[in-house]
C-alpha cells in the first residue's frame, strides 16, 4: 500500500521513470538508451518502495497504558543525550534520536497518546540528519502532546537530501498511540524529548518501528 502523503510524488518520478524507460526505442544512440532506460526502471521501483506504507500493529499493552512511549519512526536511534527543551516543556529533557535512511519506511506514527498542545514549524537549513546540529538548526517540525503523565514533545527533522516535511496534527487535535499523523520526504530524523525521569528502553545503534517498538516509559508519579 502506498501513503497518501507520495501519491503527487509516485506521480511525477512514474511519469519520469516511464518516460525514460521509452527512450530505449527511440534514442538512436542505442548504448546510450539502455543505461538511461535502466535508470528509469530504479526510479519507478524506487517510488513505489519508498513511498509504501505497511500495516503496523501497536501493542496492546500501549493502548491501555499511555506511559509507554512507542517509537514514531523507523530507523536507528542514533543519539540519547540530555539537553535542555525551550518551546514546549521548558525543562532539561532526555532527547532520543531516531535516523532514517532513504531505504526506511518514512510514514510518522504518534508516540503518544494525548492532547496536541504545541506546534511549531521552523524553515530551517538541511544539514546532514545524523549531524548532531540537525536536531536545533534543520527545517523541522515541532509537536508538543500531553499524555496522562506530562508533556513530550516530538520533531520531524527533514536532511539534505529530505526537503519536505508532511504534518497533520495540529493544536487542540487529540492523538492515540500509533496513529499516523505525516511523513518526512526521503533521508531524515525524528527527535523525542522525553522528561528525565521517564526509563529509556533502547540504546544507541538500535533499530525501532514506527507503531510498534517501545522506546520508554513515563514515569506514573503524577
Not at 526506511?104 to 548532531?132: C, I, M, Q, T
Not at 496513529?179 to 525521569?197: A, I
Request: with cysteine; hydrophobic share 45%.
Amino acid at each position: 500500500m502506498l501513503t497518501k502523503y507520495g501519491i503527487d510524488n509516485v506521480v511525477v518520478m512514474l511519469i519520469v521513470g516511464v518516460a525514460l524507460i521509452l527512450s530505449l526505442w527511440y534514442l538512436p544512440q542505442r548504448w546510450l538508451s539502455i543505461p538511461i532506460a535502466a535508470l528509469g526502471l530504479l526510479l519507478v521501483l524506487f517510488a513505489f518502495w519508498f513511498f509504501r506504507d505497511p500495516d503496523r500493529t501497536t501493542p496492546s499493552e500501549a493502548l491501555e497504558d499511555s506511559s509507554i512511549v512507542i517509537a514514531p519512526a523507523d530507523g536507528r536511534v542514533v543519539e540519547i543525550i540530555e539537553e535542555p527543551e525551550n518551546y514546549y516543556m521548558k525543562e532539561t529533557v532526555r532527547r532520543v534520536s531516531i535516523f532514517l535512511s532513504p531505504l526506511d519506511v518514512h510514514v510518522n506514527r504518534s508516540p503518544v497518546s494525548g492532547k496536541v498542545e504545541f506546534y511549531h514549524y521552523n524553515p530551517g537549513k538541511y544539514l546532514v540528519a545524523y549531524h548532531p546540529k540537525s536536531s536545533d538548526e534543520n527545517e523541522q517540525s515541532r509537536i508538543g502532546v500531553m499524555t496522562d503523565y506530562g508533556k513530550i514533545l516530538f520533531k520531524q527533522i527533514v536532511g539534505i537530501v529530505a526537503r519536505r516535511l508532511v504534518c497533520e496534527l495540529k493544536v487542540g487535535d487529540s492523538v492515540k498511540v500509533g496513529d499516523k499523523f505525516g511523513m518526512m520526504k526521503f533521508g531524515s530524523r525524528m527527535d523525542v524529548m522525553l522528561p528525565l525521569d521517564a526509563a529509556i528502553k533502547v540504546k544507541v545503534g538500535d533499530r525501532v518501528v514506527a507503531g510498534e517498538s517501545e522506546i520508554a516509559r513515563l514515569s506514573k508519579k503524577i
